[in-house]
């Protein structure tokens, strides 16, 4: 008995240890009055702005007293220097970026810092960072499919250009999903641009649908005009890559609810503010969808979509 | 290349930022495109681009596309129709056939054996004359052409003969274009009767078809009146009867994956008022048939490795029939000589194409022409004046090497060999350089030979040997030819382009006399200069508004005697006008076509001439119809073209002032 004080006080000491050492193991922000958050943005377009006001509010909900300092990168590489130096300056808690290029940035800058990032095709930039996490912009092959069934519930053969270096894991992926699907799915290796002729004409013969995925060799600037007019003239449906594609002549494309992407970061933002590791939060993809589509186009290759899905697309061209 | 870029764009920088101030500076990251924009660039539409300008800009020649759309709102009634739309393109006509005439250089009486036709890739060419047609023999009817694509210039590095001075490569529709049933009724004028039934469909296992059947039946003019002809005994130069036109088509095309198995039939029965060689004037049996029809199973393929292969297998019959009627007395006694000509032939090609070393793609091919059949016959009640059964099979190889020497810098060399059993080998080149030196601007240097084999009715023609001769020992006759294109898109609606060339020609095959036993035979004659301008200029607009203005300046002379060749107008402008009138209701097409004279075989020159088309075309009255009204000559100008030494008139008058009807109903 004459032991149990000492017992008594070295498990209260080993109590207070343990408190003491979790509180000081407690993250910043519980400490602090004002967490500073700071947003760079490769770009100043609509959708951009639209993620950041979707980002900003949902943080704002919980996080009322945060601070958050919105950048832009532009095209002048001096004005970029003098937004580096300031985003350098500062420690802030998380850095929410938007785009390839700003979250490249960031990334140089403030490589151990927490990043949510958006606005970006791949999750090959969060891979590169165990500190970075965030919403790309693909959308699940399931998705893709789902979509094209019930907008062309007749389509069957569904071919894909794609960079076999670049993307055969996602065309194995999207083939594996298509089984669900009932589709047949044609991958036609486009590894240089010279090869796009051939692969459009193989197109043109045989596909009941040339589903878009974003790839750097088949889809850019260069080469929108030969594939969107290359599936007109053979009257191919185009499943376009976005809202651009399709206002330029593809059927249809999934698009993207860009306050809501905002807003989705912001929860992760909320979550690491909160405590959370920032590899406990997987990246993810957009929770919600949208659909674009060009009527116009839909007249001249004779189809018929139902009438609600017209109704319910987020935007028409007609 | 995108390395090298930013390597010169960060020395720019630094040497930039050293030497001024305050000087807004490009970050070199923004100009390397993120991936993410691909998806938020503004990309120019496909309703107001020109649907082929890639396949323009890109072809080692200056290409001419003639669309659909086209065909049907400039009322286009025969496929002469729509080569006279095209710069350095004319027509002449003889009330039988139609001629092509092309970049100064057209033989009148020559049945186009110098320009090669393809429908859907498919040699058209017959193996008696090498002859193609332009007019209401054509083989297809025009509804059912998808876009005609024109290759000016030598092409038998690819194609082999006949491709001397062009290619022309017709594309049919396919059955996803009609998807459903559509047919077509037209009435015009001399009595002009047409209607076409078509099924096209996609089915959803992946099978296309499309399947059409046209026929048409013209009484003809009734009024012609020949000068040379103006004498009592003769109708006092008028033909009365004998311009009637009728013809069948038939098309048929089925589509599985790679596969297509494709059929055409096109047969027509002329009625020749002119009265060529000597026959009785006025006299309505004299007449030609014509007929061709052709199966062709045709594969494609892309194989993984990215190397194509293309495929095709394909038998061909064609026929001619000719009756002619004489006078063999006195006393008077008119006696048919008719003219018998199968042509049958199959044949088989296979083309392989791939890149290698990513700046190199080549296409290597090989060609088969086996001939079943080239007969010519012509008898009459008294004998059998002509029969001749040669069998003339030929083979090719060819190579072409697209090589891209830098990014706007194309290299396109072809070289193709064709063995003949008549008269041995030939080998013929093509190079050209494709320079892009802005992204609106490219500039095209051009060099190549063709040739064209000498026909079996050239090689083999005679009349029991009263008038003519044969002659076996005809070689090939060969053109060389060099040409500059600068083609230039002026800003987003307007596309401008210029081409100079020169053709020189080797052994043109005429028909001409042999002064030792008095008869006619086909020779290697005369050497051919032939040199020009054309430019032109495309403009597309947006609620579907499109120009075309050209102008050719076109110089032909024989090498040898200088003199200016027959039938070779020397300036042509031509100006059409496609745009919505009347609150997009109605749709109207302008053609105006300019000429200057053309001389004739008697060495006198036709008149200048300015003639004007207008189309009216609606398709919102009802759905699914289509109703165009055309009035051609719209002025009713006189004018006329040269005859040919068959005839005995120097100039045949064309027709006035012409209308047409034409219904379209898609159910």
Redesign the interface.
């Known amino acids: 008995m004459k032991r149990l004080p000492h017992i008594v006080t070295a498990v209260l000491g080993l109590l207070l240890l343990i408190l003491i050492m979790s509180l000081a193991n407690e993250p910043e922000v519980s400490a602090m009055n004002q967490p500073l958050i700071i947003v760079l943005s490769?770009?100043q377009?609509e959708?951009y702005l639209q993620a950041v006001k979707g980002f900003k509010k949902r943080v704002k909900d919980q996080f009322p007293e945060a601070r958050i300092d919105t950048f832009f990168?532009?095209?002048?590489?001096?004005?970029?220097l003098v937004t580096m130096q300031k985003i350098d300056n500062n420690q802030p808690d998380v850095l929410f970026t938007l785009?390839?290029?700003a979250t490249?940035?960031v990334q140089t800058v403030h490589p151990d810092r927490p990043q949510v990032v958006t606005?970006?095709?791949?999750g090959l930039i969060l891979e590169q960072s165990k500190q970075a996490t965030g919403v790309f912009?693909n959308f699940p092959p399931a998705v893709h499919l789902n979509w094209l069934r019930r907008l062309l519930p007749?389509a069957?053969?569904v071919y894909l250009l794609y960079n076999s270096q670049e993307n055969s894991t996602l065309y194995t992926e999207i083939k594996k999903a298509a089984t669900v699907h009932q589709l047949e799915i044609y991958g036609?290796?486009v590894?240089?641009i010279?090869?796009l002729p051939?692969?459009l004409?193989?197109v043109g013969?045989?596909a009941?649908i040339l589903l878009g995925l974003?790839d750097?060799t088949v889809?850019?600037?260069k080469t929108?005009?030969?594939i969107?007019?290359s599936t007109?003239?053979n009257?191919i449906p185009f499943a376009g890559?976005?809202r651009?594609?399709v206002?330029?002549?593809a059927l249809y494309a999934l698009d993207w609810d860009y306050h809501d992407l905002g807003r989705q970061c912001g929860e992760m933002t909320c979550r690491i503010l909160m405590g959370d590791a920032v590899s406990d939060i997987a990246p993810a993809p957009p929770d919600k969808v949208r659909y674009i589509i060009n009527m116009?186009?839909a007249d001249y290759l004779?189809l018929t979509i139902d009438p609600t899905l017209v109704q319910e697309a987020a935007e028409v061209f007609q | 290349m995108k390395k090298l870029i930013l390597s010169f764009l960060s020395l720019a920088t630094v040497i930039c930022s050293q030497s001024g101030p305050a000087q807004a500076v490009p970050d070199p990251q923004f100009l390397v495109s993120a991936e993410e924009e691909l998806l938020f660039q503004d990309i120019s539409s496909v309703y107001t681009a020109s649907k082929y300008e890639q396949k323009i800009s890109d072809a080692p020649a200056r290409i001419s596309i003639v669309t659909q759309e086209e065909i049907q709102r400039y009322g286009y009634r025969t496929f002469a129709d729509i080569l006279r739309s095209l710069p350095g393109f004319y027509i002449s006509y003889d009330n039988n056939y139609s001629y092509v005439g092309v970049r100064g250089f057209g033989i009148p009486g020559d049945y186009n054996t110098r320009i090669l036709m393809l429908v859907n890739g498919h040699r058209i060419n017959d193996n008696i004359f090498d002859s193609v047609y332009a007019d209401t023999a054509f083989i297809l009817d025009l509804d059912l052409i998808d876009r005609v694509e024109v290759v000016r210039g030598p092409s038998s590095s690819l194609y082999g003969s006949n491709a001397f001075f062009g290619v022309v490569n017709v594309i049919t529709k396919k059955g996803r274009d009609l998807d459903g049933l559509e047919t077509s009724v037209a009435v015009g004028s001399h009595r002009s009767y047409q209607g076409r039934l078509s099924y096209g469909k996609r089915y959803q296992n992946g099978l296309e078809l499309l399947l059409s059947g046209s026929y048409y039946d013209s009484q003809g003019r009734t009024d012609l009146y020949y000068k040379e002809f103006d004498d009592p005994t003769t109708n006092n130069g008028v033909a009365e009867e004998g311009d009637d036109d009728q013809f069948n088509n038939l098309f048929f095309r089925l589509s599985s994956g790679d596969f297509t198995l494709e059929s055409l039939y096109a047969d027509r029965e002329k009625g020749i008022p002119t009265a060529p060689w000597d026959v009785e004037f006025n006299n309505s049996e004299t007449r030609t048939w014509d007929g061709h029809w052709f199966v062709d199973l045709n594969y494609q393929h892309l194989h993984e490795s990215g190397m194509e292969i293309a495929a095709r297998l394909f038998y061909d019959n064609y026929w001619y029939d000719g009756d002619y009627l004489y006078d063999y007395g006195p006393p008077s006694e008119i006696v048919t000589l008719k003219d018998r000509d199968i042509g049958e032939w199959w044949g088989t090609e296979l083309h392989v194409s791939r890149h290698f070393f990513e700046s190199h793609r080549l296409t290597l091919g090989g060609e088969y022409r086996g001939s079943l059949k080239q007969e010519q016959k012509t008898y009459d009640r008294y004998d059998l004046w002509l029969d001749s059964q040669p069998d003339i099979d030929t083979w090719a190889l060819f190579f072409q090497d697209e090589w891209t020497l830098l990014d706007n810098l194309l290299f396109n060399i072809g070289l193709r060999h064709d063995n003949y059993d008549s008269f041995g080998g030939t080998t013929n080149p093509r190079v050209a350089l494709i320079y892009s030196l802005f992204p609106e601007t490219s500039l095209k240097f051009l060099y190549g030979k063709a040739f064209r084999a000498p026909s079996t009715y050239e090689l083999y023609y005679h009349d029991g040997y009263n008038t003519a001769k044969p002659n076996t020992n005809i070689d090939p006759e060969t053109i060389e030819s060099i040409e500059f294109i600068w083609e230039q898109q002026l800003n987003r609606n307007l596309r401008s382009a210029v081409s100079l060339y020169k053709n020189e020609i080797e052994g043109l095959i005429a028909y001409t006399l042999d002064p030792d036993d008095g008869l006619f035979y086909f020779d290697n004659q005369d050497d051919v200069e032939a040199y020009g301008a054309e430019l032109s200029i495309e403009g597309k607009w947006n609620r579907g508004c499109l120009t075309n203005l050209s102008y050719t300046y076109q110089h032909a002379e024989s090498k040898d005697t200088g003199e200016r060749l027959v039938n070779s107008p020397r300036h042509m402008v031509k100006v059409n006008v496609m745009a919505p009138v009347v609150n997009n209701i109605l749709n109207g097409g302008l053609e105006l076509q300019y000429e200057s004279g053309r001389k004739t075989v008697a060495g006198n020159e036709t008149d200048n001439s300015l003639l004007t088309n207008l189309i009216l075309v609606s398709n919102s009255w009802l759905e699914g119809v289509t109703v165009s009204a055309g009035v051609y000559n719209l002025f009713d100008v006189a004018y006329d073209f040269p005859g040919s030494a068959e005839h005995r008139q120097d100039m045949l008058l064309q027709d006035g002032r012409t209308f047409k009807l034409k219904i379209d109903y898609l159910f």
């Open positions: 490769s770009s377009l959708p990168l532009g095209q002048d590489s001096t004005k970029n785009g390839s290029k490249r940035k606005m970006i095709l791949d912009l007749n069957k053969r036609v290796p590894d240089t010279s090869q051939a692969a004409n193989s013969r045989q009941d974003p750097q889809y850019s600037g929108a005009k030969v969107l007019l007109f003239r009257r890559l976005s651009y594609w206002k330029a002549g116009k186009t004779k």
